[in-house]
């Protein structure tokens, strides 16, 4: 399974970094992508980095320039750098394998932007 942590109450153009662990694989061979899900809406994909052959990154145009996404293969952890956060960010950050592993899915971690 995959534990998300890192979230928290930041005002509207602060930062966090969200990490995402595993207990169960090596987040490096796969695939792995963050999602949110916000109050009323469906679980989004916004941003994923590829197996740790290439690391080729991707960013939904909501969060690009905004967001970075990363992998420390040695510690098994990957990792979401959110700047200039606005309060649309609000939602719960979840991290999976590409596709998604309905097995390792975690609590989420709740990220909350307002002044």
């Known amino acids: 399974q995959l534990v998300e942590s890192g979230g928290g109450l930041v005002q509207p153009g602060g930062s966090l970094r969200l990490s995402c662990a595993s207990d169960?694989?090596?987040?490096?061979?796969?695939?792995i992508a963050w999602f949110r899900r916000a109050p009323r809406k469906e679980r989004e994909r916004v941003s994923c980095?590829?197996?740790?052959?290439?690391?080729?990154?991707w960013y939904a145009d909501s969060v690009k320039g905004r967001f970075t996404i990363s992998r420390d293969n040695a510690k098994n952890t990957a990792y979401l750098q959110m700047n200039s956060l606005k309060p649309e960010d609000t939602a719960v950050y979840y991290c999976?394998?590409?596709?998604?592993?309905?097995?390792?899915w975690g609590q989420g971690t709740q990220v909350t932007v307002s002044s």
């Open positions: 169960g694989f090596q987040l490096g061979l796969f695939h």
């Open positions: 999976n394998r590409v596709p998604p592993d309905r097995n390792a």
């Open positions: 980095i590829s197996s740790r052959i290439s690391s080729t990154t």
